[in-house]
């Protein structure tokens, strides 16, 4: 049965629901999610040395999904079911998608995965679909004793999961913005504000089209 995605107004009131293909057929604004998993890895450096690595956990999307096949994007991206809060929808979808479950991620204060914020935007598809969503950002890191664990991506939502340095893959998709999904930007800037990659970020704020 397909799922049933929440319509929402612009600032995140439920309006109804819909089927998923009709709500990208026709454009309508409904809530989603984007998570982000973290970790912190203890390499290698060319120089002999070894430094710890803040990693983003990204996926390539399947060459079946119904748009952005092939692109780079976040660690989990998907949208609560008609009556499913969003706590209740990432702790389903995160290990569906990733193999990952909330139990690997550290508790924090605000529980294992953490919103930091959200945003609005609307991407229009070749194949005539409308992405238009109200995007909620969440944050989850890695437990100490589960950096050794490897992601199992669902081989019908992700052709690849690869962990990868920050700061890397922020001048990347500044450099080959082409090769990642619309929203991953934008969610990626919310996901890692702070003074850290303050000067990646304000860069990447300049050039960003909503």
């Known amino acids: 049965m397909e799922d049933q995605l929440i319509l ?13 293909m009709e709500a990208h057929e026709k454009g309508l604004l409904h809530r ?22 803040t990693q983003l956990l990204i996926q390539q999307r399947a060459e079946g999904k119904y748009h952005s096949a092939g692109l780079w994007a976040n660690s989990c991206c998907s949208h609560p079911r008609t009556g499913e809060t969003l706590e209740e929808a990432t702790a389903r979808r995160l290990p569906q998608e990733t193999g990952y479950s909330v139990e690997d991620l550290e508790p924090g204060d605000e529980g294992p995965l953490e919103e930091k914020g959200a ?13 238009h969503e109200f995007d909620h950002v969440f944050v989850g890191w890695l437990k100490n004793d589960r950096l050794d664990k490897m992601p199992l991506p669902d081989p019908e939502e992700a052709s690849e999961m690869k962990f990868v340095d920050v700061e890397e893959i ?21 996901a890692t504000d702070g003074e850290e990659y303050g000067s990646l970020n304000r860069e990447a704020s300049e050039r960003m089209i909503y």
């Not at 999610?33 to 690595?53: C, E, K, M, Q, Y």
Request: charged share 25%.
């Open 170 to 190: 922020m001048t990347d998709v500044l450099r080959n913005p082409g090769r990642y999904a619309a929203w991953f930007m934008p969610a990626l800037l919310i």
């Open 119 to 131: 945003f609005i935007y609307t991407a229009e598809f070749d194949n005539g679909l409308t992405e």
């Open 8 to 20: 929402v107004d612009e600032q995140d009131r439920e309006k109804g629901s819909c089927g998923k």
């Open 32 to 53: 989603a999610f984007s998570i982000f998993v973290f970790r912190r890895a203890l390499l290698d450096n060319p120089d002999g040395t070894r430094t710890f690595h």
